[in-house]
């Protein structure tokens, strides 16, 4: 999630809480519940077997979106491995790209001022 440190920081983790809900039931419309984790405090995993990647790509774009409609946003990084053993490498890989992401959008907008009234 881009700016949850902001938004807890400038108004309360009231709203920063609504942001946490808007993404993840964002996540959760798009994925099965028990294919989505929360792993830090801005950061969520999504595991999935049942997706290959170009589907987990739209997936996310979806999920992006409604996020965006709420006037949040969020950067997300993509790693596909088919029969191989090794999660901590794919999510390494997965967490590289959605750095990525995310240094490309705060490149591109100035910490812009979240809504409040989500």
Same mark, same amino acid.
């Given at each position: ?16 809480? /609504?942001?946490? /809900?808007? %993404? ?6 798009? =994925?099965? =519940?028990?294919? %989505? =984790? ?5 950061? =969520? ?11 987990? *790509?739209?997936?996310?774009? #979806?999920? *992006? ?7 949040? +946003?969020?950067? +997300? ?16 890989? *997965?967490?590289? #790209? ?13 910490? #812009? #001022? ?5």
């Amino acid at each position: 999630m881009n700016g949850l440190h902001e938004v807890n920081n400038k108004y309360g983790h009231k709203v920063g809480d /609504q942001m946490l /809900q808007i %993404v993840a039931g964002a996540l959760l419309k798009e =994925f099965p =519940f028990e294919q %989505v =984790f929360r792993i830090g405090g801005d950061e =969520f995993v999504v595991i999935s077997e049942d997706y290959d990647s170009n589907e987990c *790509a739209l997936k996310m774009e #979806r999920v *992006a979106q409604q996020v965006e409609s709420h006037d949040y +946003y969020i950067s +997300y990084g993509i790693a596909h491995r088919e029969n191989e053993i090794g999660a901590d490498r794919i999510a390494q890989e *997965a967490d590289v #790209r959605m750095l990525e992401n995310k240094r490309a959008y705060y490149a591109e907008h100035e910490r #812009r #001022r979240p809504r409040t009234d989500a």
